[in-house]
């Protein structure tokens, strides 16, 4: 276990080739602290140095909120709190590099940066109170051009749009039907099928699916933008970061009250 201010994360070692790993922030609806994600990039860390070919990942199963996303008290001191080299986006980078199959296990609501940690993982197996939420239009936070890549990878377009242009969650009826999750199944029923599907795979040639894994990263990552359109988004996001809408998003969030943005 790896105690955090703000959060644990706990690993299981199920056999030699199957990791249970569980995070943990109960008073703050598992939000990811960026203390919580170093301590989780650790643990994947040290898993794939243990070449344990296949990862189980997942807060505790039974809770209302699977995680909050990011914890906001921390965006009051970080403006961009999902760029390149935070601790959110390192740890997806970990996943999405890990030589091996990680499976996430969602029971419970999935928001913001949440949704991202789930869809960075290989495999998603989820019951019926799972939905997945993409809020940073309520604060007024740009998302990444990297993290969109996900979703679009993953998502029809006007799905995606429909998720970060309301913020209104996406179901796990609907989730399963555009094939966000892999296998929807009843709570009783959830570990069990966590743990068969990752037994089937632990059984298989571990090079082999690491080989392909790695090549599907690559493949996804081949998306060639020009210096220009780099450029012009992170001024973008440079706007949208530094905005008075931002301020106002973050203040409205902590007074729970609806924000009011002027577009500045």
Same mark, same amino acid.
């Given at each position: 276990?790896?105690?955090? $201010?703000?959060?644990?994360?706990?690993?299981? @070692? &199920?056999?030699?080739?199957?990791?249970?790993?569980?995070?943990?922030?109960?008073?703050?609806?598992?939000?990811? $602290?960026?203390?919580?994600?170093?301590?989780? *990039?650790?643990?994947?860390?040290?898993?794939?140095?243990?070449?344990?070919? &296949?990862?189980? /990942?997942?807060?505790?199963?039974?809770?209302?909120?699977? $995680?909050?996303?990011?914890?906001?008290?921390?965006?009051?001191?970080?403006?961009?709190?999902?760029?390149?080299?935070?601790? /959110?986006?390192?740890?997806?980078?970990?996943?999405?590099?890990?030589?091996?199959?990680? @499976?996430?296990?969602?029971?419970?609501?999935?928001?913001?940066?949440?949704?991202?940690?789930?869809?960075? =993982?290989?495999?998603v197996v989820a019951d019926h109170s799972a939905s997945f939420a993409m809020t940073p239009a309520n604060i007024g936070l740009p998302y990444t051009?990297?993290?969109?890549?996900?979703? #679009?990878?993953?998502?029809? @377009?006007? &799905?995606?749009?429909?998720? #970060?242009?309301?913020?209104?969650?996406?179901?796990?009826?609907?989730?399963?039907?555009f094939g966000v999750i892999n296998r929807l199944v009843n709570s009783d029923a959830l570990e069990t099928t966590a743990l068969d599907m990752a037994?089937?795979?632990?059984?298989?040639?571990?090079?082999? @699916?690491?080989?392909?894994?790695?090549?599907?990263?690559?493949?996804?990552?081949?998306?060639?933008?020009? &210096?220009?359109?780099?450029?012009?988004?992170?001024?973008?996001?440079?706007?949208? =970061?530094?905005?008075? *809408?931002?301020?106002?998003?973050?203040?409205? #969030?902590?007074?729970?009250?609806?924000?009011?943005? $002027?577009?500045?």
């Open positions: 276990m790896n105690p955090t $201010s703000s959060g644990t994360v706990t690993v299981n @070692i &199920v056999d030699e080739r199957i990791a249970r790993v569980v995070f943990s922030n109960p008073t703050h609806r598992n939000a990811l $602290s960026a203390q919580l994600l170093a301590s989780l *990039d650790e643990s994947l860390a040290a898993l794939a140095l243990q070449r344990v070919p &296949v990862v189980i /990942l997942g807060s505790e199963v039974g809770q209302p909120v699977w $995680s909050a996303g990011h914890d906001i008290r921390e965006l009051q001191h970080d403006r961009d709190p999902i760029a390149y080299g935070k601790p /959110l986006e390192q740890v997806l980078r970990r996943i999405r590099a890990y030589p091996g199959v990680v @499976i996430a296990l969602i029971s419970g609501s999935v928001w913001g940066g949440a949704v991202d940690l789930a869809m960075s =993982c290989d495999l051009t990297s993290g969109l890549l996900r979703f #679009f990878n993953n998502l029809p @377009i006007h &799905v995606l749009k429909e998720m #970060f242009f309301t913020a209104q969650k996406l179901d796990a009826e609907r989730a399963e039907r037994q089937g795979i632990a059984g298989k040639a571990p090079l082999a @699916i690491a080989a392909v894994k790695e090549q599907l990263r690559i493949l996804e990552d081949l998306q060639p933008m020009p &210096v220009q359109a780099m450029e012009q988004i992170a001024e973008l996001r440079r706007q949208a =970061c530094e905005s008075a *809408d931002f301020t106002e998003g973050l203040a409205a #969030f902590t007074e729970r009250r609806p924000a009011v943005f $002027s577009g500045n």
